[in-house]
């Protein structure tokens, strides 16, 4: 059964960083693609960041050139680096696979506030 647990998350100002976690256990992680997906209060879960076994990112227009979606396969571990945050994203953070291919159990997810 696969694992999911996100950390890293915490509470910032506008135009800080954090950089999120998450640790895979379960699975093979390294052969899959896989992304950062987050959920605002009263809004449906939308995908951020998506990078594949081979290391090649794609992000959601709303946070290119601030966030960087990485992996370490040796760790069983994907990141997001956040950079320049701003308060429309405040959100939980969850990693999963890429859509269509999501593990069915997802992680707890790590909150995001950005906040003055």
């Known amino acids: 059964q696969v694992q999911l647990v996100e950390s890293g998350g915490g509470s910032v100002q506008p135009g800080r960083s954090l950089r999120l976690s998450c640790a895979v256990s379960?699975?093979?992680?390294?052969?899959?693609?896989m992304a950062w997906y987050r959920q605002a209060p009263g809004k449906q879960r939308e995908l951020v960041a998506t990078?594949?076994?081979?290391?090649?990112?794609n992000y959601a227009d709303s946070v290119t050139g601030r966030f960087t979606i990485s992996r370490d396969n040796a760790k069983n571990t994907v990141y997001l680096q956040m950079n320049s945050l701003k308060p429309e994203d405040t959100a939980v953070y969850y990693c999963?696979?890429?859509?269509?291919?999501?593990?069915?159990?997802w992680g707890q997810g790590t909150q995001v506030i950005v906040s003055s």
């Open positions: 999963n696979r890429i859509p269509g291919r999501s593990w069915r159990d």
């Open positions: 379960g699975s093979i992680f390294s052969i899959y693609a």
């Open positions: 990078i594949t076994s081979g290391g090649s990112t």
